[in-house]
Antibody, heavy 119, light 107 residues
Framework: QVQLVESGGGLVKPGGSLRLSCAAS????????MTWIRQAPGKGLEWVSY????????YYADSVKGQFTISRDNAKNSLYLQMNSLRAEDTAVYYC????????????WGQGTTVTVSS | DIQMTQSPSSVSASVGDRVTITCRAS??????LAWYQQKPGKAPKLLIY???RLQSGVPSSFSGSGSGTEFTLTISSLQPEDFATYYC?????????FGGGTKVEIK
């Protein structure tokens, strides 16, 4: 079935780094636009980053620009988020989500991976 | 950036009630507006895309309307499984932005 599975979350000290991964199955990953979205504890949804189906177009939220790097490997059906210089305010559940058509919203979501930044 | 404002932030309702949630955009997003449902501890689920198109598998009790800057999500007859938090999201331009959420609670 259509599935996204995130991994790589955990507890990290301020200033540290993590790399999140998102493995796709059950659909043609290379046709999908992909995003990372996060949700701080008890808060709403915040878009973090976007990558086009080919990987040629990338956008970031201002809050993570210069700090996070999104990438994808269509041969491995995988999406990544490299997170550097982590701060307490980056603590959240991170979801990968995909869309077959950018304007139509995100119809495939992972279960989320938790990132906690604390000393 | 386009700001998305949802109202109300929470609503108490009974099974069988009709519930309407409003989402306003700070500038026009044509009809590139999506609605999601999120239950505690779970990922969001797409309900409505392009303002009024029902995602496959979503009950017809859900409907969306609007264009430009004002949109609504309506649940025509609330069911026990519909108690959740609902978010709107504009897909017109980057940065993608979400509304603050509307929690639908049991009265």
């Amino acid at each position: 079935q259509v599935q996204l599975v995130e991994s790589g979350g955990g507890l990290v000290k301020p200033g540290g780094s993590l790399r999140l991964s998102c493995a796709a199955s059950g659909f043609t990953f290379s046709d999908y636009y992909m995003t990372w979205i996060r949700q701080a504890p008890g808060k709403g949804l915040e878009w973090v980053s976007y990558i086009s189906s080919s990987g040629s177009t990338i956008y970031y939220a201002d809050s993570v620009k210069g700090q996070f790097t999104i990438s994808r490997d269509n041969a491995k059906n995988s999406l990544y988020l490299q997170m550097n210089s982590l701060r307490a305010e980056d603590t959240a559940v991170y979801y990968c989500a995909g869309s077959g058509s950018f304007y139509y919203g995100m119809d495939v979501w992972g279960q989320g991976t938790t990132v906690t930044v604390s000393s | 950036d386009i700001q998305m404002t949802q109202s109300p932030s929470s609503v108490s309702a009974s099974v069988g009630d009709r519930v309407t949630i409003t989402c306003r955009a700070s500038q026009g997003v044509t009809n590139w507006l999506a609605w999601y449902q999120q239950k505690p501890g779970k990922a969001p689920k797409l309900l409505i895309y392009a303002a009024s198109r029902l995602q496959s598998g979503v009950p017809s009790s859900f409907s969306g309307s609007g264009s430009g800057t004002e949109f609504t999500l309506t649940i025509s007859s609330l069911q026990p499984e519909d108690f959740a938090t609902y978010y709107c999201q504009q897909a017109n331009s980057f940065p993608l932005t979400f509304g603050g959420g509307t929690k639908v609670e049991i009265k």
